[in-house]
T-cell receptor
Framework: GENVEQHPSTLSVQEGDSAVIKCTYS??????FPWYKQELGKGPQLIID?????GEKKDQRIAVTLNKTAKHFSLHITETQPEDSAVYFC???????????FGPGTRLSVLP | DTAVSQTPKYLVTQMGNDKSIKCEQN?????MYWYKQDSKKFLKIMFS???????INETVPNRFSPKSPDKAHLNLHINSLELGDSAVYFC????????????????FGPGTRLTVT
């Protein structure tokens, strides 16, 4: 089955700096890689996703890159703000949801 | 206008009891899921249903039984609760996710914090 690793487990950055979270996956059949943000006391919320036919995707301050050969993908947040503080999860699955596996999460703290 | 709702939000009960958590989505999605999030925040899928049919059934004790009366509802019944069942349980839904169909974004409910004493 799929195995997703995520690093770092905790990350503290100064407001305005960039944050990078990295994930690796094991199943070469995986072709869908979403990122979720979970704020305290809430359910995870999708912030960006990428499919294996694309190497990079950007949405305002958030970008995701995918290296399918190396089986790793990364989340980049630029110009971080205190409201970016949350737990971020990467995930991997096939496009129809088989073997949907979350990474263990990264707790991001943006210090004012 | 809640998209995915769960009840109750908090559930405190004793070992050995039977309890249920209810989930409803008003997004018209075809697939619903149950996830368990442990104390270390690790999220693991338990079940998924597509149009009332069981699609994913991970290695979960058979004390856990999902029931989908219609595609807008997916309830979770837990028999003979154990201390290790204490966790936050999340319901989610997606437009697709059935065999051969594109899954799309999953929308999560607010979670039910289950505490077994």
């Amino acid at each position: 089955g799929e195995n997703v690793e995520q690093h770092p487990s905790t990350l503290s950055v100064q407001e305005g700096d960039s944050a990078v979270i990295k994930c690796t996956y094991s199943d070469s059949a995986s072709n869908y890689f979403p990122w979720y943000k979970q704020e305290l006391g809430k359910g995870p919320q999708l912030i960006i996703d990428i499919r294996s036919n694309v190497g990079e995707k950007k949405d305002q301050r958030i970008a995701v890159t995918l290296n399918k050969t190396a089986k790793h993908f990364s989340l980049h947040i630029t110009e971080t703000q205190p409201e970016d503080s949350a737990v971020y999860f990467c995930a991997a699955s096939t496009s129809y949801g088989q073997n949907f596996v979350f990474g263990p999460g990264t707790r991001l703290s943006v210090l004012p | 206008d809640t998209a995915v709702s769960q009840t109750p939000k908090y559930l405190v009960t004793q070992m050995g009891n039977d309890k249920s958590i209810k989930c409803e989505q008003n997004l018209g999605h075809d697939t619903m899921y149950w996830y368990k999030q442990d104390s270390k925040k690790f999220l693991k899928i338990m079940f998924s249903y597509n149009n009332k049919e069981l699609i994913i059934n991970e290695t979960v004790p058979n004390r856990f039984s999902p029931k989908s009366p219609d595609k807008a509802h997916l309830n979770l019944h837990i028999n003979s609760l154990e201390l290790g069942d204490s966790a936050v349980y999340f319901c989610a839904s997606s437009q697709g996710g059935g065999p051969g169909g594109w899954m799309g974004e999953q929308y999560f409910g607010p979670g039910t914090r289950l505490t077994v004493t």
